[in-house]
């Protein structure tokens, strides 16, 4: 970056505007999803804060603030402290190798609309996605409660369940772009989206990322029904709330991926390119909370079948297919 | 090159930030009244019995190693795919045979039944 003011205040508009778009968002869909499954389950949800409870989230944070801040007497402290921020702040920073729109130019100035844009997006994006699920394990053990400690455990059985799939999954997307670039993928994708020629990957990678999600059918470290709130047992407050907001910004930063994987990014017919981005991240996001509304929760022993017994050898067979198509085509 | 990864650790700034203020403003508003049991591990409002650091099998230990091979396995088609016109004929052949000797072990590991649970 060179050190014309006129970028840098425009980067730092941007930096700003992303932090403060994601967390709003985050804060929002918390509030969406408790008035859709409301609406899935028949009944009104919270709608008494503001117009229609559109200032519940506000009321949500003040509630979190004013909370005791517990820490329990056996935990190991400083790995308690720290396992909020493993969760929220990773999901945070794969949102900066997204591509949310097309570069804008102000003033003579082109200023990309995404925060970094890494030659190796792609591989940026697998491996915080594997750093995440530390603050799982790390706040499941550092709690020192049975029910903590088993979410953190199931945390664990759930990442090498999926992230294999997860990872052959976008082994296609590599091919048919020729880059680890987000920038690169989504411009391959200007004509046609890879959804189209990609459907299988796209499944498989649909179903992995819900895992990613920690949501239901794949909510085992969290699992309320038998372990109380699993690997957040013992978390109150801000540092719950870090934990929460750390979930609603990974389900953004995961319907974002999937758009810019296999929906052609921000690329759309008549649309600006944001309003594109955003409804195909939202669409994401909708699903997450369809699901939950509609699917009970699997045994993590039916997750690892269905990740090492379906998905991998689906995904390996996908990759194959593809080099044999892309063979024959070129 | 590196440059590329200034944005990142600014957002990285940023968010620490966030976290310590939010964590701090909590901790100096919010109530303080500890007492020995609020602070004792949640048992659905028992007695707490024993204690979590007690060793137990964890079943899926011998997935967990796999998982570590084919991994590692999965990252060498990474670069394969990045330069998979370049390498024409050779490359997909290669790389046909490699995933072909994956599938090999993979098969072998599930008649072994490492993939099972009991």
Request: glycine share 8%.
């Amino acid at each position: 970056m060179t050190a014309d003011p006129v970028d840098i205040a425009l980067f730092a508009a941007k930096l700003g505007a992303v932090f403060f778009a994601v967390l709003t968002l985050a804060a929002y869909l918390v509030f969406a999803e408790r008035r859709i499954l409301a609406w899935i389950q028949d009944r009104k949800g919270p709608n008494r804060v503001g117009p229609f409870g559109l200032l519940q989230p506000l009321a949500d944070v003040i509630k979190l603030l004013t909370k005791e801040d517990l820490v329990p007497a056996a935990a190991d402290r400083w790995l308690f402290y720290l396992a909020p921020a493993m969760a929220a702040i990773p999901a945070l920073l794969i949102f900066s190798v997204i591509p949310f729109g097309a570069p804008l130019t102000i003033a003579g100035h082109t200023l990309p609309l995404l925060i970094a844009d890494l030659n190796v997006g792609l591989l940026f994006f697998l491996a915080l996605s594997s750093i995440a699920v530390y603050g799982v394990a790390i706040g499941g053990w550092a709690s020192n409660s049975k029910y903590s400690l088993l979410g953190g455990i199931r945390g664990l059985a759930q990442l090498i369940s999926y992230e294999l799939s997860m990872g052959l999954a976008l082994v296609p997307v590599v091919m048919m772009s020729r880059s680890f670039s987000m920038t690169d993928i989504v411009t391959a994708q200007q004509s046609m989206p890879f959804i189209v020629y990609q459907p299988l990957a796209f499944i498989i990678f649909l179903i992995s990322i819900t895992a990613e999600c920690r949501r239901i059918p794949f909510d085992l470290p969290e699992a309320e029904g038998e372990l109380v709130a699993g690997f957040h047992t013992e978390y109150s407050g801000m540092r719950f709330g870090l934990f929460f907001v750390g979930e609603y910004i990974n389900i953004i930063v995961l319907g974002g991926l999937a758009a810019t994987f296999f929906l052609g990014g921000w690329h759309g017919p008549l649309l600006p390119p944001v309003i594109w981005f955003s409804i195909k991240t939202l669409a994401f996001a909708f699903l997450m909370i369809w699901l939950r509304g509609t699917l009970p929760r699997l045994r993590y022993d039916q997750l690892m079948h269905l990740g090492w017994k379906i998905l991998t050898p689906l995904a390996l067979f996908n990759i194959l297919v593809t080099a044999w198509l892309l063979f024959l085509t070129s | 090159m590196l440059g590329a990864y200034l944005p990142i650790l600014l957002l990285v700034i940023v968010a620490i930030a966030f976290g310590l203020v939010s964590l701090t403003f909590s901790s100096l508003i919010g109530p303080k009244k500890k007492s020995a049991l609020k602070l004792s591990p949640y048992e659905s409002g028992c007695e707490p019995v024993g204690t979590a650091r007690d060793r137990f099998s964890i079943k899926f230990y011998l997935i967990a190693m796999l998982f570590i091979l084919f991994d590692i396995e999965a990252v060498f088609l990474y670069p394969w795919a990045i330069l998979y016109k370049k390498l024409g004929v050779f490359g997909l052949v290669e790389m046909g045979l490699f995933i072909v000797i994956l599938f090999v072990g993979y098969i072998y590991v599930w008649k072994k039944g490492a993939l099972e649970w009991e």
